[in-house]
């Protein structure tokens, strides 16, 4: 502080420069407690201090403390603004504000100009609070406010900071301070260091215009500032480019909340937008997994089996790289709201981490629903390929039996005995059941694995029901053919049995025949003989021998003769005719063919044989007869 003179009083300069410095100094203590504590008035910290409440109130407000004594609000007589005066200054000696000479409350209370300038330098040596930026040793504020100027300066021409006094007189040294830190505002390069009026002009300006800072003096006053003034005048550039630096530091990180803000809300609605599209496709894919449609054959069933596994290659790999990018969008959001200090982010319903992890859930679960419904379908059409298989066998070996079987029943056996008729009877009988063997089993299995078929809709039932249909008619045929061959194998065994009657009868007349042949050749041997008779009773004995055969002649002629000739017409009356055959004697006709050949004349022949041989011992007889006679 400049000296005054005895009486207190300063000469006409220095009076000038103390104003000046009142005039600071009480508009610093004004604006530290403005923000804070509004009721207290300030317009001259020298008349402001009298009463120890200006004083108290703002040693609060720089230490942030609060003053635990006590204080009289309302001092009307000098002892109790004394009072309060003591007790201010002991709390700002408390708080670390230091002086050389230290002001008395009676001195503040009585309004002395120089007490109450130098305890407010003190207080501003105190809490005013500058970096340097030099990262030195700690400097109190005046000369860490002169090193934050040289910093700010050092690179403009014409600009040396030193002091307070002379360093600042050109108004060079305010515009590089703004220049510095905002460059648009001044044309530094225009400005004339032989114009300080204009040079500081041109800061205040700019300091209204960058930070705020009316213009409370003017540029002639701040050339007539001391150096603690200026310190002050500086220190307000000094806190209003901090100030407006937090402003804009402020402003960027608003800013960058709010690019960041935006960043989030568009990261936010493309990961919802992301999840939603995700979900759709999901869905898309469950209804195609959910489709139980089938198309009932075999090319159908594999082709939609090769469709799923490329389903399985292509889009599941496409579903999950898009939900691991989901995942990876949602954590990386998360991650950047965490690190800002954000709100969890919270997906739109259904479209979370855990909700869409449950939909792929779901899906493999169709998948895994669609893949045994698949392989089931495959399964089926195999199986029913491998029953059509066996019907095929089964039909085919029925076409062979039935087609072996329709040639025995169309073939026409030529039967020439009873034995033979019996034994194609047994054969047609054991056909009947064996037929009817094969309608149970081989015709009832065919028509079970038809039925199995039908019932699984087998891609090709037509052509099994048209196999049905043929072994049908088949069988149909089959007994058609047997109805037609019974009859005549029946017809076969009544002829032939009858034949066989006739063959019996032949037999019999033969018979009949040779021994009367026999009896003929004895009784001509008989009748050729001409014994020796020497006696009468030789000659009667062989005439009664001679009536003995007369009778036999004349009883087998009329008895043996007689039979044999009737059973002889009897066999040649026999006849056997029906539609389907006719015999006679020997003769056999059916099919269109004739067996055998008339023998009628073996029976004619014997008649006339035998006749021939009555007439020729009837002739022996005669000449025998004689023969004895004449004896």
Same mark, same amino acid.
């Given at each position: 502080?400049?000296?005054?003179?005895?009486? =207190?009083r300063a000469g006409p300069k220095s009076q000038e420069w103390v104003m000046l410095q009142r005039k600071i100094f009480s508009r610093w203590v004004k604006q530290k407690l403005?923000?804070?504590?509004?009721?207290?008035?300030?317009?001259?910290?020298?008349?402001?201090?009298?009463? =120890?409440?200006?004083?108290?109130?703002?040693?609060?407000?720089?230490?942030?403390?609060?003053?635990?004594?006590?204080?009289?609000?309302?001092?009307?007589?000098?002892? !109790?603004?004394?009072?309060?005066?003591?007790?201010?200054?002991?709390?700002?000696?408390?708080?670390?504000?230091?002086?050389?000479? @230290?002001?008395?409350?009676?001195?503040?209370?009585?309004?002395?100009?120089?007490?109450?300038?130098?305890?407010?330098?003190?207080?501003?040596?105190?809490?005013?609070?500058?970096?340097?930026?030099?990262? =030195?040793?700690?400097?109190?504020?005046?000369?860490?406010?002169?090193?934050?100027?040289?910093?700010?300066?050092?690179?403009?021409?014409?600009?040396?900071?030193?002091?307070?006094?002379?360093?600042?007189?050109?108004?060079?040294?305010?515009?590089?301070?703004?220049?510095?830190?905002?460059?648009?505002?001044?044309?530094?390069?225009?400005?004339?260091?032989?114009?300080?009026?204009?040079?500081?002009?041109?800061?205040?300006?700019?300091?209204?215009?960058?930070?705020?800072?009316?213009?409370?003096?003017?540029?002639? &006053?701040?050339?007539?500032?001391?150096?603690?003034?200026?310190?002050?005048?500086?220190?307000?550039?000094?806190?209003?480019?901090?100030?407006?630096?937090?402003?804009?530091?402020?402003?960027?990180?608003?800013?960058?909340?709010?690019?960041?803000?935006?960043?989030?809300?568009?990261?936010?609605?493309?990961?919802?937008?992301?999840?939603?599209?995700?979900?759709?496709?999901?869905?898309?894919?469950?209804?195609?997994?959910?489709?139980?449609?089938?198309?009932?054959?075999?090319?159908?069933?594999?082709?939609?089996?090769? @469709?799923?596994?490329?389903?399985?290659?292509?889009? @599941?790999?496409?579903?999950?790289?898009?939900?691991?990018?989901?995942?990876?969008?949602?954590?990386?959001?998360?991650?950047?709201?965490?690190?800002?200090?954000?709100?969890?982010?919270?997906?739109?319903?259904?479209?979370?981490?855990?909700?869409?992890?449950?939909?792929?859930?779901?899906?493999?679960?169709?998948?895994?629903?669609?893949?045994?419904?698949? !392989?089931?379908?495959?399964?089926?059409?195999?199986?029913?390929?491998?029953?059509?298989?066996? !019907? &095929?066998?089964?039909?085919?070996?029925?076409?062979?039996?039935?087609?072996?079987?329709?040639?025995?029943?169309?073939f026409r056996e030529e039967i020439g005995s009873v034995s033979e008729a019996l034994l194609q009877l047994r054969l047609l009988e054991s056909y009947e059941k064996e037929n009817?063997?094969?309608? @149970?089993?081989?015709?009832?299995?065919?028509?079970?694995?038809? &039925?199995?078929?039908?019932?699984?809709?087998?891609?090709?039932?037509?052509?099994?029901?048209?196999?049905?249909?043929?072994?049908?008619?088949?069988? &149909?045929?089959?007994?058609?053919?047997?109805?037609?061959?019974?009859?005549?194998?029946?017809? !076969?065994?009544?002829?032939?049995?009858?034949?066989?009657?006739?063959?019996?009868?032949?037999?019999?007349?033969?018979?009949?025949?040779?021994?009367?042949?026999?009896?003929?050749?004895?009784?001509?041997?008989?009748?050729?003989?001409?014994?020796?008779?020497?006696?009468?009773?030789?000659?009667?004995?062989?005439?009664?021998?001679?009536?003995?055969?007369?009778?036999?002649?004349?009883?087998?002629?009329?008895?043996?003769?007689?039979?044999?000739?009737?059973?002889?017409?009897?066999?040649?009356?026999?006849?056997?005719?029906?539609?389907?055959?006719?015999?006679?004697?020997?003769?056999?006709?059916?099919?269109?063919?004739?067996?055998?050949?008339?023998?009628?004349?073996?029976?004619?022949?014997?008649?006339?044989?035998?006749?021939?041989?009555?007439?020729?011992?009837?002739?022996?007889?005669?000449?025998?007869?004689?023969?004895?006679?004449?004896?």
């Amino acid at each position: 502080m400049s000296k005054m003179g005895r009486s =207190g009083r300063a000469g006409p300069k220095s009076q000038e420069w103390v104003m000046l410095q009142r005039k600071i100094f009480s508009r610093w203590v004004k604006q530290k407690l403005l923000r804070t504590r509004p009721e207290m008035r300030v317009n001259d910290v020298v008349d402001d201090y009298k009463d =120890g409440l200006v004083l108290l109130n703002l040693i609060e407000v720089l230490s942030e403390s609060k003053y635990e004594g006590k204080i009289n609000p309302k001092p009307k007589m000098s002892v !109790h603004r004394i009072d309060n005066l003591n007790n201010a200054l002991k709390f700002a000696w408390n708080k670390g504000v230091d002086m050389k000479v @230290k002001p008395s409350a009676e001195q503040l209370e009585q309004g002395d100009v120089r007490a109450a300038l130098a305890l407010t330098w003190g207080i501003m040596m105190k809490y005013i609070k500058i970096d340097d930026e030099s990262g =030195g040793e700690s400097l109190n504020a005046k000369d860490a406010l002169l090193m934050w100027c040289k910093n700010k300066t050092a690179s403009y021409k014409n600009v040396g900071v030193t002091d307070f006094k002379k360093s600042f007189a050109d108004g060079l040294a305010l515009c590089a301070i703004i220049h510095k830190h905002r460059p648009k505002l001044i044309d530094f390069n225009s400005l004339n260091s032989n114009d300080p009026i204009k040079n500081l002009q041109i800061a205040q300006d700019a300091a209204e215009k960058y930070f705020g800072l009316e213009k409370y003096i003017t540029p002639d &006053e701040i050339r007539k500032l001391d150096e603690n003034s200026m310190v002050v005048y500086v220190s307000e550039y000094y806190y209003g480019i901090a100030e407006q630096r937090k402003l804009d530091l402020a402003a960027r990180r608003i800013k960058k909340l709010i690019n960041l803000t935006k960043e989030n809300d568009r990261l936010k609605s493309e990961y919802n937008k992301t999840a939603k599209n995700f979900k759709e496709v999901l869905k898309k894919s469950e209804k195609v997994l959910e489709d139980r449609t089938i198309d009932n054959t075999m090319e159908g069933a594999k082709s939609r089996l090769e @469709k799923f596994y490329e389903y399985k290659t292509k889009d @599941k790999n496409s579903l999950i790289a898009d939900q691991l990018n989901l995942e990876s969008n949602y954590n990386n959001l998360a991650m950047r709201l965490s690190h800002h200090k954000r709100p969890e982010f919270k997906a739109e319903i259904g479209c979370s981490l855990k909700d869409i992890e449950k939909d792929m859930l779901h899906l493999e679960e169709c998948e895994q629903e669609r893949k045994v419904a698949l !392989h089931n379908e495959l399964n089926r059409q195999i199986k029913l390929v491998n029953i059509s298989k066996q !019907h &095929e066998s089964r039909y085919n070996k029925l076409i062979d039996y039935c087609k072996q079987k329709q040639e025995y029943l169309e073939f026409r056996e030529e039967i020439g005995s009873v034995s033979e008729a019996l034994l194609q009877l047994r054969l047609l009988e054991s056909y009947e059941k064996e037929n009817e063997t094969m309608i @149970k089993t081989g015709v009832a299995n065919l028509k079970k694995l038809s &039925e199995e078929l039908k019932q699984e809709k087998y891609e090709y039932q037509e052509n099994i029901e048209k196999h049905d249909k043929e072994i049908e008619e088949k069988f &149909e045929k089959l007994e058609e053919l047997k109805k037609i061959k019974k009859p005549i194998l029946d017809d !076969h065994l009544k002829r032939e049995e009858f034949i066989e009657k006739v063959r019996q009868m032949n037999a019999e007349h033969k018979d009949k025949f040779d021994k009367l042949v026999n009896w003929f050749k004895d009784k001509k041997t008989y009748l050729e003989l001409r014994e020796e008779i020497n006696s009468t009773s030789e000659a009667r004995n062989q005439l009664s021998l001679f009536d003995i055969y007369s009778n036999e002649y004349q009883n087998t002629k009329e008895t043996l003769v007689i039979e044999m000739n009737k059973l002889g017409q009897d066999i040649l009356a026999q006849k056997y005719e029906t539609e389907l055959s006719n015999y006679v004697y020997n003769i056999t006709q059916y099919q269109g063919k004739t067996f055998g050949e008339n023998q009628f004349k073996d029976i004619t022949d014997r008649h006339d044989d035998m006749n021939n041989k009555l007439e020729e011992l009837f002739k022996l007889a005669e000449i025998k007869k004689q023969f004895l006679m004449i004896i």
